[in-house]
């Protein structure tokens, strides 16, 4: 494997360049070849000098072991350029063929092919074989550097006080607005450099120990990835918010215990929990070099971008610095995003296609923006909706296996609504909405009891819920996705989570021995000179999670047994490790809510509240654990010592629990009509409604009534998963041996596609993002590396900072106290069947007073 390539005892010490460079000769040979490497040329000319004096370390016998390990173990690696994994293998085949048998291509009539090999092999020693990484990352590291310091504390607790507020108030609004923490970085870096300038440069005492105020050195690039952990902690938000938005709303339970309390004691739990599980996920997706973390790139391009130097030399004949093009193109973004917010607003839910002929129902189910299906070739000019796929971050095959998802899954769904199958034409195509059987909403309080339990009596009175055509398919897809991507993940990654868990084991045994000393690639290397952060840390934030989850579940009526979350916690556990492996390869997590509604339902049948409450341990925790991995991952590529990082990440996470904690009591006071359809500033809650319907049928009606009497197709969902994981493994394995397109199908990611209906989300979310990443992702990064690998990461953040302080813009001065700009272009999209949130195929009337099962069939 790559990365077990042994290192001397000087190597491992070396931080610095000193090893004596070959001759001068050889070295400008070497600095043409690599300027004439699209994706090397722009390289620092520090990262290249030390790159060029490791070149002098490596000969050819040396070059072929690297390089042997290196195809083994990145063959199947989807992240690993095929161009020049192709390249490795024409060199090795070379090298291997008997002196008088030479290797016939035109590839080998280059001036030295022994130069190519020993390049290519000391990239993959002492830096990263993947683009992306190199294009981020230093092939070195200063230990010197400062980065746990008083003034990076202050700006991040700072900025993530200000910005969790700000991300949760938003939280709930379609499409999100977010300040991530790309737009942090932009914040941080000049607040930073103020903070430096003006604080004294003394030392305090406290606890007999000296900490410096502010040290000698400007700010430094560790410190601003501090800050930038701490803000990514600290803006991701939690769903269990989500969770007290449906519990307290009176359109949904309206429990009128839910107060700042009980929500900040469940969320420090379930946020604390990703902390703890976190420190067992390390081996699998922070350790291994494929694990590449593409959504975390674009956070180091972005401090790259600010603290930095560059080189200077014109990249396909573009000679603006990064940090130009970072301010032009977020001061176009800004001041664009006023269009489609605000003074042309069709163009955000650009529904064109309906304009046609506003009052055609079957026009707007398929092509709609907002009631329908989002089947529109040209479906916004509003980068909030196309940033809703990361398109300029994930990568290509994954956005490409996740469209055509979409894509499929739309026309299944289809295909139900018009043939009324389950009597889905009596209800909109595509709404996470529930509804009775006389078509209104589900009224819930008519079959519950006082302690929010099913009273049967009740619903065999009334009605059983009926769903919709989208919502049918989200459902089915996420049982099978569950159960095909644990069987597809853990059979195909078994090697790599059976030596993880070795080394978890071995952990155990000997908690003094590093974790780094089963990883000989260079960040590990260079890692291994910080000292560790220690498994029983991690183990004591897990068991003060769970003490304080149960302390809110005691404390307040919700009628959730301990037993059933200790169990739910533990399942999640299990099932976490392959979900992670896949999340740190593509991008694509795969959740695992749908898991902690079905069992909390046979765990805990009829009652709503304690169902949410196994959900949010069933999902809370993987959600937040993969947040807090990612993260480290952010740390290990900057080469931040390990307990700084979790000590940012502890210290941030009790700031957000506290803010956004506030942040949502103000949501319920200040927001008219939050939740509605209607809602003026669009905080519409597409998850709230999600989770209501997803409690409301399992949780409440039950499995039983479900998936034996409403839609029995449903539980076969889950065993056509398991049976599918196997055989498509090994169909796709070979698929790939005789093509290598093969190798970019994700059935994992494509099968995701299936899960983004049953909301107000729908095609017209993702059909931009998929242009989007073609270009970007695809067509400028085959064609045109250099300039992808330095502006491109550099745009997506551009981008996204200007929607994000647009949007608060105008939303603070031309929303929160309404000034509405009525014109056509304003009220064009929504004037027709599509801007309705109720229109459906078939009706009842005075002759048909009700649709669905006869009276009787339900119980």
Not at 40 to 59: G, M, P, S, V, Y
Not at 154 to 162: A, E, K, M, R, T
Not at 507 to 520: G, T, V
Not at 628 to 653: C, E, M, N, W
């Amino acid at each position: 494997m790559a990365d077990e390539v042994e290192y001397t005892e000087s190597e491992k010490n070396n931080n610095e360049i000193s090893i004596t460079a070959s001759s001068a000769e050889e070295k400008d040979k070497i600095y043409r070849r690599i300027r004439e490497s699209d994706d090397l040329k722009d390289l620092l000319n520090e990262d290249l000098d030390f790159l060029i004096e490791k070149f002098a370390t490596i000969d050819v016998d040396t070059a072929i072991v690297v390089l042997t390990e290196a195809v083994d173990y990145h063959d199947d690696d989807v992240n690993f350029p095929t161009q020049t994994m192709n390249r490795i293998k024409q060199l090795l085949q070379y090298f291997s063929q008997p002196e008088d048998e030479p290797f016939k291509n035109e590839f080998f009539l280059l001036e030295d092919y022994q130069l190519d090999l020993r390049l290519a092999a000391t990239l993959i020693k002492y830096h990263s074989p993947y683009p992306e990484v190199r294009a981020v990352c230093k092939p070195f590291d200063d230990p010197t550097i400062p980065v746990e310091t008083f003034r990076a504390y202050l700006v991040g607790f700072f900025w993530v006080g200000c910005a969790s507020f700000i991300n949760e108030f938003f939280w709930l609004r379609q499409p999100k607005i977010t300040l991530n923490s790309t737009v942090i970085q932009v914040l941080t870096y000049p607040t930073g450099k103020f903070v430096a300038r003006i604080l004294p440069r003394k030392t305090i005492r406290i606890f007999g120990r000296e900490f410096t105020i502010n040290h000698d050195m400007p700010w430094t690039f560790k410190e601003q990835m501090l800050v930038a952990i701490m803000a990514n902690v600290g803006l991701g938000g939690t769903d269990f918010l989500n969770y007290a938005t449906t519990m307290k709303l009176s359109m949904f339970f309206g429990l009128d215990y839910i107060g700042y309390g009980f929500v900040w004691l469940m969320n420090f739990s379930v946020q604390t929990f990703g902390i703890g599980v976190s420190g067992i996920l390390r081996r699998w997706v922070v350790y291994p070099t494929k694990a590449v973390w593409p959504t975390a790139l674009p956070t180091l391009q972005l401090n790259k971008t600010l603290l930095l130097p560059e080189s200077k030399k014109p990249v396909h004949g573009w000679t603006v610095t990064r940090y130009q093009f970072f301010f032009w193109a977020f001061a176009s973004t800004f001041l664009y995003y006023f269009i489609p917010d605000y003074l042309f607003t069709a163009l955000s839910t650009f529904n064109w296609i309906t304009w046609i002929a506003p009052k055609n129902k079957n026009l707007a189910f398929v092509t709609g923006s907002k009631l329908g299906m989002g089947y529109n070739p040209l479906p916004t000019f509003d980068w909030a909706v196309i940033n809703y796929t990361l398109p300029l971050s994930v990568p290509f095959y994954t956005a490409a296996n996740r469209y055509i998802g979409v894509l499929v899954s739309g026309l299944v769904i289809i295909g139900c609504f018009f043939s009324n199958y389950k009597f889905t034409g009596y209800v909109p195509i595509n709404t996470s909405g529930v509804y009775d059987r006389y078509g209104k909403t589900y009224n819930i309080s008519r079959v519950l009891t006082p302690d929010h339990t099913l009273d049967p009596a009740k619903y065999r009175a009334y009605s059983p819920p009926y769903v919709s055509a989208g919502n049918l398919v989200y459902m089915g897809a996420s049982y099978a996705l569950m159960t095909f991507s644990i069987v597809y993940v853990m059979w195909g990654e078994w090697p790599l989570l059976v030596e993880a868990t070795r080394g978890l084991v071995k952990s155990l045994r000997a908690p003094s021995k590093s974790n780094y000393e089963n990883h000989k690639d260079p960040i590990s290397v260079m890692m291994s000179k910080y000292p560790e952060v220690p498994d029983w840390w991690f183990f004591v934030i897990f068991v003060i999670s769970l003490v304080v989850g149960i302390i809110g579940l005691r404390c307040y009526p919700t009628g959730t047994p301990i037993w059933a979350i200790i169990i739910m916690v533990l399942v999640s556990l299990l099932l976490l490790i392959p979900i992670a492996v896949m999340y740190s390869v593509t991008g694509y997590m795969v959740g695992l809510q749908q898991m902690g509604v079905i069992l909390g339902s046979y765990m805990v049948p009829g009652n709503a509240i304690a169902n949410m409450m196994c959900r949010a341990y069933g999902f809370n925790i993987d959600d937040q654990a993969d947040s807090f991995i990612s993260d480290q991952k952010l740390g290990h590529y900057a080469k931040l010592p390990p307990r700084a990082v979790f000590r940012a990440q502890i210290s941030a996470t009790l700031i957000q629990v506290t803010t956004t904690t506030g942040a949502l009591q103000f949501l319920f006071t200040a927001v008219p009509d939050l939740c509605s359809y209607t809602q003026a500033a669009r905080f519409v809650c597409s998850f709230p409604h999600q989770l209501y319907s997803d409690t409301l049928l399992l949780g409440v009606v039950g499995p039983y009534r479900t998936f034996d009497v409403l839609y029995p197709i449903l539980k076969w969902a889950f065993l056509i998963g398991v049976l599918a994981g196997v055989p498509v493994h090994y169909i796709r394995k070979e698929l790939i041996k005789r093509y290598d397109f093969f190798q970019f199908v994700q059935p994992v990611v494509f099968l995701g596609g299936f899960v983004r209906w049953g909301s107000t989300y729908n095609l017209s979310y993702f059909t931009g993002g998929f242009y989007m990443s073609w270009i970007f992702m695809y067509y400028i990064r085959r064609r045109y590396l250099a300039w992808w690998t330095k502006f491109n990461y550099v745009l997506s953040s551009a981008l996204t900072a200007g929607v994000a302080f647009s949007g608060i813009l105008i939303f603070l001065a031309l929303q929160y106290h309404p000034k509405k700009l009525k014109w056509w272009g304003n009220d064009v999209s929504s004037a027709g069947v599509d801007g309705k949130d109720v229109a459906t195929l078939y009706s009842v009337d005075a002759e048909h007073p009700y649709f669905g099962l006869a009276d009787g069939q339900w119980k």
